[in-house]
């Protein structure tokens, strides 16, 4: 059985930091490509960030230069490190692996950020 399990998030003032972890099992996590969406009230889901299996990286702009995915192939974790977060930051924040030659996508539960002073 494919779990994704995020964790990290919580309620941080402007400027401050998270970073969110998110635990894959049950796949060949090496090989998929690993994705950070985030889901604002009333919003449509936004892809945030990607890293691939030979680790490319892409960002939406709204967050170049502030977050940072990374991954740890032994661990079977994918992390997103949020610095200077702006309250438009806040949304439910979901992992996704995907793997495009078997055609599989798995999806975390999700964890909420929230950024307010």
């Known amino acids: 059985q494919v779990q994704l399990v995020e964790s990290g998030g919580g309620l941080v003032q402007p400027g401050e930091s998270l970073r969110l972890s998110c635990a894959a099992s049950g796949i060949i996590f090496s090989i998929y490509t690993l994705d950070w969406y985030r889901q604002a009230p009333g919003k449509q889901r936004e892809l945030v960030a990607t890293?691939?299996?030979?680790?490319?990286?892409n960002y939406v702009d709204s967050v170049k230069g502030r977050f940072t995915i990374s991954r740890d192939n032994a661990k079977n974790t994918v992390y997103l490190q949020m610095n200077s977060l702006k309250p438009e930051d806040t949304a439910v924040y979901y992992c996704?692996?995907?793997?495009?030659?078997?055609?599989?996508?798995?999806w975390g539960q999700g964890t909420q950020v929230t950024v307010s002073s």
């Open positions: 996704n692996a995907e793997n495009t030659m078997f055609r599989r996508s798995y």
């Open positions: 890293i691939t299996s030979g680790g490319s990286l």
